[in-house]
């Protein structure tokens, strides 16, 4: 199995990679014509979340946000294979903090950080840049992959300038560990939770919606400030990103407040500019159960 993973990784993934972005997006204009009118990759998800998200826009539009999501997704699959082989020089060329005062004040304060985020334009190439643009040791929360071979390629990919890697079932074993030290930590709100009871509930996008809790129970636990990042295109394969304040007194919030903030942050960039949010993401598999 490994002999065929390795196979894969050397004679199709790095090859892609080391295309130069010309060639790279010419390759993503071809997938894109093959996903979204030959084989409707995922298009009866994609779609479906749309329409229940955007009730009010006609089929048209709905159809035209459909169009730029597979467009911007096509682009988004090749960009995270080109970071397996990306320079440190190129990805800063690529990727820009706008506001780096806006998280690295609480550096200056001595204080850890949680930033909150979501899967909206490339969260690929932000993890890969952003521990060189902010003072923090930042850190990713990640769910392992069930191919070992894998797993380890991609850790070695988004951690190979400064980003640590751990994995969801040891996030309150490392914030322990370095309660000395002065971290960022990376929430993804986005996903769809696992034990829809154990989750908070809202309404986001139109709809019934669960959504992790994690940012807020370890914002107040290690009374650590929230903020929000936000990831910005600027033209295809450039990438901004700047940071909001939340909280900095996680433990002075009530119940859901923190949850219902970001919740609401990436709501609107979403209105904004949908087509930058993975709508091929199956988020809405949970009902919202009884009492919630």
């Given amino acids: 199995m490994n002999i065929l993973n390795a196979l894969l990784y050397y004679l199709v993934i790095i090859p892609i990679s080391l295309l130069p972005f010309p060639l790279l997006y010419g390759l993503s204009n071809f997938i894109f014509f093959v996903f979204y009118y030959l084989i409707g990759y995922r ?4 779609l479906g979340n749309i329409q229940r998200s955007f009730p009010g826009k006609t089929a048209k539009e709905q159809e035209e946000i459909c169009k730029k999501f597979y467009k911007h ?11 397996f082989t990306i320079s440190e020089k190129e990805v800063l060329k690529r990727v820009t903090c706008k506001n780096p005062e806006g998280i690295n004040k609480y550096f200056d304060q001595g204080k850890s950080v949680i930033i909150a985020g979501g899967h909206y334009n490339n969260w690929e190439i932000f993890a890969v840049a952003v521990d060189k643009l902010i003072k923090h040791q930042v850190v990713g929360i990640y769910k392992p992959l069930t191919n070992k071979y894998f797993d380890e390629k991609m850790r070695n990919t988004r ?3 400064g980003l640590e890697m751990i994995s969801t079932k040891s996030v309150k074993q490392y914030l322990d560990q370095h309660l000395n030290g002065l971290t960022a930590t990376i929430f993804a709100i986005d996903q769809s ?5 154990s989750a908070y509930w809202t309404t986001f996008l139109n709809q019934d919606t669960g959504v992790l809790f994690g940012t807020e129970k370890y914002a107040k636990d290690y009374n650590y400030p929230v903020v929000f990042g936000r990831i910005n295109k600027e033209k295809r394969g450039h990438y901004s990103f700047e940071f909001f304040d939340v909280t900095d007194k996680p433990q002075e919030t009530a119940y859901g407040e923190i949850t219902e903030k970001i919740t609401r942050m990436l709501e609107t960039d979403i209105n904004k500019q949908p087509e930058y949010w993975l709508w091929s993401h199956r988020r809405w598999k949970h009902k919202r159960p009884e009492g919630k």
Avoid: Q, R, T, W
């Avoid at 298009?43 to 994609?46: E, G």
């Avoid at 997704?73 to 970071?83: G, P, T, V, Y």
């Avoid at 939770?193 to 009871?197: A, E, K, L, M, T």
């Fill in 159 to 161: 951690s190979k300038y």
């Fill in 73 to 83: 997704f096509c682009d988004l699959i090749l960009e995270s294979l080109k970071a």
């Fill in 193 to 197: 939770p696992s034990n829809p009871n």
């Fill in 43 to 46: 298009k009866k998800v994609v």
